[in-house]
């Protein structure tokens, strides 16, 4: 399945009623309408605003298309400390947890996985996370923005609502409700 567009930079897909894994299989292409021959471009999908973002310097026919399964960046399993990290098999000391409708991880776990940095405020008892020019405010106690949870501590880690953190970073999170597990996909 291919999306064609005829402007550079960012085809619009959120019309096209993919799913988030066909979504995160995009990539971009630039089609010769001559020859038919496609060159891929290296891009990033935005999950907040539908656009897949590319390179591009040509003059030819420009798009996204499905190109290849990606493996999931992690996947955790409820009340399980075992978890998946680019599909090879890891241990934390604090299990993910269900609370209130959210899933809670540890913060470090999750900024590891992202390859994102954290800072931890004492005395404001305020969690960091930072990554390229994006910085997360996690307070602990306090409600996040979009009622997506609440950050807290247990056995002296960050517990964070993954959700809010990962679609802060552009990545997407899957659950299955019958397994108790939750998949997280990111764009590189």
Not at 37 to 47: D, M, P, R, S
Not at 157 to 176: Q, S
């Amino acid at each position: 399945m291919a999306y064609l567009a005829r402007f550079p930079g960012a085809p619009y897909v959120g019309d096209l009623n993919l799913s988030i894994e066909q979504l995160i299989m995009l990539v971009g292409f630039e089609l010769d309408p001559d020859t038919g021959q496609y060159e891929v471009l290296q891009g990033t999908f935005c999950a907040s605003r539908n656009y897949f973002y590319f390179e591009f310097d040509g003059t030819g026919i420009v798009g996204a298309m499905i190109y290849e399964r990606p493996v999931p960046l992690l996947r955790l399993i409820i009340d399980q400390v075992h978890y998946y990290y680019n599909g090879a098999p890891q241990t934390s000391d604090v299990a993910p947890f269900i609370s209130e409708n959210r899933t809670m991880v540890p913060l470090g776990l999750v900024a590891e996985a992202l390859g994102a940095t954290t800072r931890w405020d004492n005395l404001t008892r305020t969690a960091y996370i930072y990554k390229g020019d994006v910085v997360l405010r996690l307070p602990m106690g306090q409600p996040l923005p979009g009622a997506l949870g609440i950050p807290e501590m247990r056995n002296n880690r960050v517990l964070v609502p993954i959700r809010f953190v990962i679609e802060n970073f552009d990545a997407v999170t899957l659950w299955n409700a019958g397994l108790r597990e939750v998949t997280v996909y990111a764009w590189r």
